[in-house]
Nanobody
């Protein structure tokens, strides 16, 4: 079973940038389409971006399109999320997992992103 460790979050001013990283365990990582999710305070978990197993097919939530870029390195078992032009509404705990992961899948601790002046 694949497990995930997210990192790279922090406090950033509006308009700033952050790069999140996710390290995955397990040799099956390269077979999975992957995704970044986020959960803002008082809200449900939201799908932010997805990337196919072969890294050439990506999709983004409308709210982040043009500002965020998802990428992966199958040789290193990592998936990243480059975030630019951050807004206060991007404040959330960010998680990576397989695409279409449910609450029954194993989730990491996530990484906190706070956008505030």
């Amino acid at each position: 079973q694949v497990q995930f460790v997210e990192s790279g979050g922090g406090l950033v001013q509006p308009g700033g940038s952050l790069r999140l990283s996710c390290a995955a365990s397990g040799s099956a990582f390269r077979l999975y389409a992957m995704a970044w999710y986020r959960r803002a305070p008082g809200k449900e978990r939201e799908l932010v971006a997805t990337i196919g197993s072969g890294d050439w097919l990506t999709n983004y939530a409308d709210s982040v399109k043009g500002r965020f870029t998802i990428s992966r390195d199958n040789a290193k078992n990592t998936v990243s999320l480059q975030m630019h032009s951050l807004k206060p509404e991007d404040t959330a705990v960010y998680y990576c997992n397989k695409e279409a992961a449910s609450k029954f899948d194993t989730w990491g601790q996530g990484t906190q992103v706070t956008v505030s002046s």
